[in-house]
């Protein structure tokens, strides 16, 4: 198949992840949206890996795996950290901040 | 770039259109075709007669998280061992070197894990046991089986 | 690279000594003997590397003499920062050793922004200095306010990271090279696909150093964050942020038939950032507010070293670095001291403390950029760079009208210490002779490199 293909298939999925993080209030769907927009990445480039015969972006993909699932860690964990206090997901709850 | 022609696509297209046919022709078939009653148990969960208790959307113990973290920790740490282990013999003993630092590293992380109690998770079967039997035995006996336990 | 093994062991150590060492004290101490020890392993380290660049780990790491200075610069003012602010970091909650650990890791990811030769090690860098600030901004586990911060800093941290690597894979898929020096923009007509790259990581990059219009993070975070955090993230992990962003610029897209693509838009986000940081902190009645949307201006002058691009702007952000990181922790060092945080708390801290309030003075003199200081001489590197790059004046003269907006509210805050009557509440017992001295030590090296830049220009 032509690259052109996997370029548009990622960016739509990534404009689905991004659309889903601006739209949506539920802390956890926002969470798994910046995941689709990293799972998008992953897959341009592992096309491109393939197109330029070069594995390093295959490398490059391992690397973003890994600190995918060291920010699932950190995130659920303030994210279960802050439904504890508010019994609450809702990002809109979370606006004392703001003066 | 051309784009390639593809000659091996469209046994594909037709075996799903295949598929969507006869699973939705089973569902129009059996809606004109199937059996209908209302009886008291028809809309329960289990129409055999076993009662559901509450509903499925629990709050799992927390708990449950820290073990899904952890495996998606330990989990995506094989990823560079096994890409270690498919160049063995090109990366020679610097790669060696390099993934026994990275091994040391996880084993350091073990140790800390396991100083804060993040892995012990379910029951405490000890600490049970030993409320158990203060409460049926006495609080005397009690001391003489910790004494045994130690 | 000694300072990044060292900062690496020296987290992993504090991590496990944390479990086994019960006294904070020893814990702090510790640290600060890790952090002399990082900052005498570099200079042993400085003597090895020239000018030009040497590639290490197959052109992971490409380190060159203003890398290595700058990681000495920030390894200072993570010494000062310890010694002034170590014994709030440790008494933020009961986990004293994560606490220390989680800034030597900010501090690893650092030194490979300082140092990186590979787009892989940039991506790596960014996200070893955001993972650990997330936790530290929610640190403090019983205020709803640090989850708050901690939440949304999680929430657009992450989000920033998906465009940054979007940017890079489209970056890749265009010219097949992760290497910055190797990537090969220049010589050959631009396609869409390497132009859409280099504007994604310029804005993720400008989120993470919270320029605006990336911006809308950073007051409700730096607010949230317990103090002594704050104090750090706004001053240490915002430069390593400029540095990435300096050097992928620079070395990566610094051509001139580059530059001309991105030079638009980081001039447009410069001007904003100068007018919304600056017209913003006027309004606000917290201290410590205004010291988050003063750290969002003072990034758009950080900002003219970006897109300066000359010797004087690779100079300017090294002084800039210095200047702005001792001043800023310096003013939050005062600030924890206090019990109210907004300007009417500072009412009468002249009579009360009096070197305190000469030394906030001299903090914020330094900030606004009075001569003398050496805010002074960073603010004049990185604007006489953009006068010398040429056609960025109405830049320039924005950012000279925006410098003389700062100063109203640098000034509200001396106003308030040395000419309003009122009794301000000071944590006594926390002052100690030894904190004092401190204090007036950084004082004194913000006048010193106002006077003597060569104390750090002199080394590249």
């Known amino acids: 198949m032509p690259i052109q293909n996997y370029i548009w298939l990622s960016i739509a999925l990534f404009s689905i992840g991004v659309i889903g993080v601006l739209i949506r209030r539920n802390a956890i769907v926002i969470f798994m949206c910046i995941e689709l927009m990293l799972n998008a990445v992953n897959l341009l480039l592992v096309a491109f890996s393939k197109y330029h015969h070069d594995a390093s972006a295959q490398i490059f993909v391992f690397f973003i795996m890994v600190v995918a699932a060291a920010e699932v860690s950190v995130g659920l964990a303030i994210i279960v950290m802050v439904y504890r206090h508010t019994k609450s997901v809702d990002v809109n709850i979370l606006n004392r901040l703001k003066n | ?150 | 690279m000694n300072a990044l093994i060292s900062t690496a062991v020296f987290g992993i150590f504090l991590m496990i000594s944390g479990l086994f060492i019960k006294s904070k004290q020893a814990i702090r101490i510790l640290a600060i003997s890790g952090v002399v020890a990082a900052f005498v392993l570099n200079i042993i380290d400085f003597r090895q590397y020239g000018a030009s660049a040497t590639e290490l780990f197959h052109g992971m790491l490409s380190v060159t003499n203003f890398g290595l200075l700058f990681i000495e610069i920030i390894l200072g003012c993570v010494l000062v920062y310890f010694l002034l602010s170590g014994k709030d970091l440790a008494n933020i909650g009961h986990y004293t050793g994560e606490y220390f650990a989680l800034i030597f890791f900010i501090l690893c990811g650092v030194v490979l922004a300082a140092t990186y030769g590979n787009m892989l090690m940039l991506f790596l860098s960014i996200e070893i200095m955001s993972i650990p600030q997330y936790i530290l901004a929610g640190s403090d586990k019983h205020n709803l306010k640090s989850h708050e911060a901690s939440l949304k800093y999680f929430l657009m941290g992450a989000f920033s990271t998906g465009f940054l690597l979007m940017g890079i894979a489209l970056l890749y898929g265009a010219t097949g090279s992760f290497d910055i020096t190797t990537m090969n923009l220049a010589g050959r007509p631009i396609d869409a696909m390497a132009l859409a790259g280099i504007i994604l990581i310029a804005f993720a990059l400008a989120f993470k150093v919270s320029a605006a219009p990336f911006h809308f993070w950073t007051p409700d975070v730096y607010d949230g964050a317990p103090t002594v955090v704050t104090s750090f993230i706004s001053t240490i992990v915002k430069v390593g942020g400029f540095v990435a962003f300096i050097r992928l610029f620079h070395i990566a897209f610094g051509s001139p038939d580059v530059d001309k693509h991105w030079l638009l838009v980081l001039s447009i986000i410069t001007a904003a950032t100068l007018i919304i940081g600056n017209v913003t902190a006027v309004f606000q009645q917290s201290v410590k507010r205004m010291l988050a949307y003063s750290s969002i201006s003072q990034a758009g002058f950080m900002l003219f070293a970006v897109i300066a691009m000359n010797v004087l702007s690779w100079q300017g952000i090294l002084l800039y670095a210095a200047a702005y990181s001792l001043a800023t922790i310096g003013c939050f060092a005062i600030l924890m001291k206090m019990k109210d945080y907004t300007y009417d708390g500072y009412n009468g801290l002249a009579q009360k403390q009096p070197l305190l309030a000469l030394m906030n003075t001299i903090f914020l003199f330094s900030l606004v950029g009075i001569p003398a200081t050496a805010g002074f001489l960073a603010k004049y590197f990185v604007l006489s760079a953009a006068v010398e790059k040429g056609g960025l004046l109405w830049l320039v003269i924005l950012a000279v009208c925006c410098a003389a907006i700062s100063a109203f509210y640098y000034f509200r805050l001396i106003w308030a210490m040395y000419f309003k009557a009122g009794d301000c509440q000071v944590e006594e017992h926390a002052i100690t002779p030894a904190f004092k001295s401190v204090l007036a030590l950084t004082a004194l090296l913000v006048i010193i490199l106002g006077v003597w830049p060569g104390l750090i220009l002199a080394w590249i």
Not at chain 2, 99 to 120: S, T
Request: charged residues 15%; proline residues 4%; glycine residues 8%.
């Open chain 2, 1 to 150: 770039m051309p784009s390639p022609s593809y000659p091996t696509l469209w046994p594909f297209l037709i075996y799903g259109i295949l598929v969507l046919l006869l699973a939705g022709g089973m569902l129009f078939i059996s809606h004109f075709l199937g059996e209908r009653h209302q009886e008291k148990e028809t809309d329960e969960v289990y129409e055999a007669g076993i009662e559901a208790t509450g509903t499925a959307r629990l709050l799992f113990p927390v708990h449950f998280y820290l073990i899904a973290m952890f495996f998606v920790i330990f989990d995506l740490e094989a990823v560079f061992i096994i890409s270690w282990a498919i160049a063995i013999r090109d990366v020679g003993w610097g790669g060696y070197l390099a993934v026994v630092i990275f091994v040391a590293i996880l084993v350091a992380v073990l140790i800390y894990e396991w100083r804060i109690g993040a892995l012990n998770f379910g029951p405490q079967g000890k600490k049970i046991l030993r409320a158990y039997r203060h409460k049926i035995k006495g609080v005397n006996h009690n001391e003489v089986v910790d004494k045994q336990n130690n």
